[in-house]
């Protein structure tokens, strides 16, 4: 069974997620006491022999990271044109990088963001800063570490697509998607918060019976 969501139901997938090969050591730092391996915003995602080694399918329709898409665009442009290549971020990279790198954002029918681990959510704001402040309109899939609990949340920040792990019941998270019948707050899949979305009756009902005059304000 597919293991991917997209427009609130189970979906066969056209596209061919591409990944960059594993680098010979990653970055790893000290943070909170922990030795942790992780990447900071504006890092370098890729090195010049992961590039150049990274093997992209010679058909079909292909989702490749951001940094491999810069690096082999030449090489890609004519598939692009075709509407064969999408392009995914991981969740530490700038967004400033992957519009530099199109001529207009709606070129690509897919963008992909990678969640590294469950706790990182900057793949929320880099959702919501796709649909709102440069209005890309195609399908913005969220992969990785995408798990049951997110799904909803992900939803209201302008995702339209998740690829679940392998090891998760796409059923299940399906249903995820109406743990909540009406959110409080405004986001990108409805803006207007619950008070404004429906009318105060209760609120009106009060001010009108304010201006009328009861038995006890009636004078003779």
């Known amino acids: 069974m597919s293991n991917l969501i997209k427009h609130n139901g189970i979906a066969a997938d056209p596209w061919t997620l591409v990944s960059l090969p594993a680098p010979a050591e990653d970055t790893v730092r000290k943070q909170a006491g922990k030795v942790v ?77 990678n969640f590294p681990r469950f706790a990182d959510g900057r793949g929320f704001s880099l959702a919501v800063q796709l649909r709102t402040r440069h209005h890309y309109r195609h399908e ?42 009406e959110p409080y707050q405004g986001s990108v899949d409805n803006p207007l918060p619950v008070w404004r979305r429906y009318p105060r009756v209760g609120h009106h009902a009060l001010a009108h019976s304010k201006t009328e005059p009861t038995h006890d304000d009636e004078v003779d």
């Open 140 to 181: 913005l899939r969220a992969i990785g570490d995408v798990l049951r609990d997110q799904l909803y949340f992900m939803k209201r920040c302008g995702f339209d697509a998740f690829s679940l792990r392998a090891d998760r019941s796409t059923e299940d998270a399906l249903a995820s998607l109406r743990d909540f019948s």
């Open 37 to 113: 391996i992780f990447k900071v915003t504006g890092e370098p995602a890729a090195t010049q022999e992961q590039l150049q080694t990274a093997v992209i399918p010679a058909t079909g329709n292909v989702i490749v990271p951001l940094t491999l898409w810069q690096a082999r665009k030449d090489e890609l442009a004519s598939r692009a044109a075709r509407g064969e290549i999408g392009i995914w971020l991981e969740s530490y990279e700038l967004l400033e990088h992957l519009l530099a790198s199109v001529s207009d954002i709606n070129s690509l029918p897919v963008i992909g963001i």
